[in-house]
Nanobody, 115 residues
Framework: VQLQASGGGMVQAGGSLRLSCAAS????????LGWYRQAPGKLRELVAD????????NYADSVKGRFTISKDNAKNTVYLQMNNLEPEDTAVYYC?????????WGQGTLVTVQR
């Protein structure tokens, strides 16, 4: 499974960005797609994920009410709509897929939120 993330950039606090992650290759039986982030000096953490079959979602407490994860099964793409961004959201955002218990990671896209 190959993952191509896009949509990062620089935005002012309170602004919005939408990240996209397109999956290709052996996408059959991908169970979940999700977004993680890693800020400088911090561990990588879950932002949100979504199940492919049932569309159940899971969010980090810090982004609930501000971020929305969604998917387009026909395009094998997962999105992360990020609203009301805060400087603390600054990080490299990574897309992850899980298939048969194996994790696949995208290359990361940088999100910078200025005060």
């Amino acid at each position: 499974v190959q993952l191509q993330a896009s949509g990062g950039g620089m935005v002012q606090a309170g602004g919005s960005l939408r990240l996209s992650c397109a999956a290709s290759g052996s996408v059959f039986s991908v169970n979940t797609l999700g977004w993680y982030r890693q800020a400088p000096g911090k561990l990588r953490e879950l932002v949100a994920d979504i199940s492919i079959g049932g569309s159940s979602t899971n969010y980090a407490d810090s982004v609930k009410g501000r971020f929305t994860i969604s998917k387009d099964n026909a395009k094998n793409t997962v999105y992360l709509q990020m609203n009301n961004l805060e400087p603390e959201d600054t990080a490299v955002y990574y897309c992850k897929a899980r298939r048969f218990g194996v994790e696949y990671w995208g290359q990361g896209t940088l999100v910078t939120v200025q005060r």
